[in-house]
Each structure stands twice: as structure tokens, then as C-alpha cells.
T-cell receptor
């Protein structure tokens, strides 16, 4: 069964460094999402992406964050200058049609630790 | 802003019991409600999706109901098994969303012991 994959599974970085989290959505999916979960907290929406454009973003997704679909298979989340509070599990998700009508399929996550 | 609450936060039951997990949401103008399962250190697995026009969905031993007007949903698990041990998350997409922003609850951590 097709799955969303994410790399790396774990990343440790120093505060102020840039990180890029990578995701390979399910191949025929056109709608992409990033969520994060700080330890012990709710899963929180960051951004949705369709047709090479951001469709919706949360208040968390400030100028330090960016997303890109650099080729036909990858979907990336970049954090330009990491802060301690960016430490969290980051989940990528994809759906074949709009998530308003269809379930989103989640990857296993990247655990980011900012020191 | 949409707020999703789940009760109880944790539940521990013996194998074979039928159980009910509860979810409530503050804004009833939703597109759909979904139940996910989260295993430790892993991603989220979708269990059931209920569109706003539906009242319930069933998959195997799982049954989810939706009462949109009261802002409530329940997930019923029949004949629980140790393999059902996981955290169960409820999430909604409200009418203010363009592509499907999910609002999650904190989850119910379920332990089923043999």
C-alpha cells in the first residue's frame, strides 16, 4: 500500500541553524500538508499546499518557515533559523483531492530537536 | 477558533470490553470529522471519516457517530484487543478551511490489557 515517507526520522540542530525536512507524498496525490506536534501537546496545522502555492497557513507558519515542491516527488519544509521552541515532531501529509472531502495520509514524522 | 476536546485523556480496560471515546468541538460548521490512531513514535493512521451530512461510519469493530448540532462525536470500539492500545485522536475540518486544515484534540490514550 502506498505510504508517505519522511526523511530524516530524527534531526538534531543548533539554535539559529537552517533545517530542511523532506517528504515524499503518495505518488498520485496533489494536496500536501505539514503539521507539528510538540511533546505532550496537540497536533497543530502549519500549512497546506496545492498547485505549487500555499493554500492556507496557520499563525505558527511565520517568515521563518517555507515550503517547496522542488520536483515531481518531494515536498519540503524549511526552517530558516531554528529556535528552541521549534523542537517537535513534524508530520507531512497528502491527499488525492482536497482534504475538505477526503482523508489525509500522514507520514511517520521527523523528530526535530533544537539545542 | 475551533477547539476540539477529548474525554477521557486516558483509559485502561481489560481485553474484550466495549468502550466509548468522546470528542467535542466548539464550532459546528464543519466539513467533516475524522478519527485517527497514533502509535508511539509513529505517524497518524486514519480510522474513520464522517462527512458533515452523515451521522455515522463503521469499519470492522469501530463505529463513529457524529452529532453536528451539539458538536459531539463518539468512537465505539467493540470487543477491544491488546492491539487496540494506542492514542486515538479526533480532528475536524471547519467551514473556514480552504484545503482541509485539521484541528486536533489531545487524544485519548487507550491501554487494553490481556
Amino acid at each position: 500500500e502506498p505510504e508517505v515517507t519522511q526523511t530524516p526520522s530524527h534531526q538534531v540542530t543548533q539554535m539559529g541553524q537552517e533545517v530542511i525536512l523532506r517528504c515524499v507524498p503518495i505518488s498520485n496525490h496533489l494536496y500536501f500538508y505539514w503539521y507539528r506536534q510538540i511533546l505532550g501537546q496537540k497536533v497543530e496545522f502549519l500549512v497546506s499546499f496545492y498547485n505549487n502555492e500555499i493554500s492556507e497557513k496557520s499563525e505558527i507558519f511565520d517568515d521563518q518557515f517555507s515550503v517547496e515542491r522542488p520536483d515531481g516527488s518531494n515536498f519540503t519544509l524549511k526552517i530558516r533559523s531554528t529556535k528552541l521552541e521549534d523542537s517537535a515532531m513534524y508530520f507531512c501529509a497528502s491527499s488525492e483531492s482536497s482534504g475538505v472531502y477526503e482523508t489525509q495520509y500522514f507520514g511517520p514524522g521527523t523528530r526535530l530537536l533544537v539545542l | 477558533k475551533q477547539e476540539v476536546t477529548q474525554i477521557p485523556a486516558a483509559l485502561s480496560v481489560p481485553e474484550g470490553e466495549n468502550l466509548v471515546l468522546n470528542c467535542s468541538f466548539t464550532d459546528s460548521a464543519i466539513y467533516n470529522l475524522q478519527w485517527f490512531r497514533q502509535d508511539p513514535g509513529k505517524g497518524l493512521t486514519s480510522l474513520l471519516l464522517i462527512q458533515s451530512s452523515q451521522r455515522e461510519q463503521t469499519s470492522g469493530r469501530l463505529n463513529a457517530s457524529l452529532d453536528k448540532s451539539s458538536g459531539r462525536s463518539t468512537l465505539y470500539i467493540a470487543a477491544s484487543q491488546p492491539g487496540d492500545s494506542a492514542t486515538y485522536l479526533c480532528a475536524v475540518i471547519d467551514r473556514g478551511s480552504t484545503l482541509g486544515r485539521l484541528y486536533f484534540g489531545r487524544g485519548t490514550q487507550l491501554t487494553v490489557w490481556p
